[in-house]
């Protein structure tokens, strides 16, 4: 049996991709969350990790004085777990060069576009805004880039004429729970890494993001 990959998840909100990392590691994912930390200690992924038996922690940014010594104090309560891979499941916080550059390779984000498409926030209303026709979730490691790191997996959702922000971000919602747990498992058994700024997969180079649903086209 390969042993399970130390994961250390970090979360702001709901933590529905958190639960859908649990929902995985309690079927056949081989990871073994060690904790979960928030920033926000009214963060309801805390309450569902409780509910899982898994350590909760909050590091509160508002008892420190900047953002260097929030992410040093950060990165040293992580490493406390000794992680193989750090997920950032809804955590809202822009990170300092410093955390990334300490987890690099290790650092898992979900961002809800198709990047590179709508970096940043608001995603959904962007691109019902724009017209898009398909929109979509992405899953990439994390680099200095806010929202630019390399690109593992994605998933695509049709955007419908009558969808307002909230219906499409359900629809988003339901690939991210998929594809998190999806890229979280290629990294666990080992055909996933990062080399520099790209992507290697079962020893190759990516030459694109892997897409979950190609067959999910643009109108
Ligand atoms: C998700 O849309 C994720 O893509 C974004 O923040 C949201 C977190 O949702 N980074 P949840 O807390 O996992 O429910």
Not at 140 to 154: A, K, Y
Not at 181 to 203: D, K, Y
């Amino acid at each position: 049996m390969t042993a399970r990959l130390p994961l250390v998840v970090l979360i702001s909100g709901s933590g529905s991709n958190l639960q859908a990392i649990i929902d995985a590691a309690s079927a056949d994912l081989p990871v073994d969350i060690r904790a979960v930390i928030s920033n926000k200690s009214d963060a309801y992924g805390l309450e569902r990790a409780r509910q899982a038996g898994i350590e909760t922690r909050v590091l509160s940014h508002r008892d420190f004085s900047d953002r260097d010594s929030y992410d040093l104090a950060l990165g040293d309560l992580i490493d406390e777990y000794q992680p193989g891979l750090v997920i950032l499941a809804g955590f809202m916080r822009i990170l300092t060069p410093a955390l990334v550059s300490r987890f690099h390779g290790r650092m898992f984000n979900i961002h809800p576009s198709l990047l590179p498409k709508f970096r940043g926030l608001h995603t959904h209303q962007r691109a019902i805004e724009e017209g898009e026709t398909i929109h979509g979730a992405s899953a990439h490691f994390v680099t200095e880039e806010l929202d630019g790191g390399p690109i593992i997996l994605q998933a695509r959702v049709p955007v419908l004429a009558e969808d307002t922000p909230d219906t499409l971000a359900a629809r988003v919602l339901t690939q991210e729970h998929i594809i998190y747990p999806a890229a979280i498992r290629m990294f666990a058994e080992g055909s996933l890494r990062l080399e520099g700024e790209r992507v290697h997969h079962n020893g190759q180079p990516l030459a694109a993001p892997i897409i979950l649903n190609p067959e999910v086209l643009a109108q």
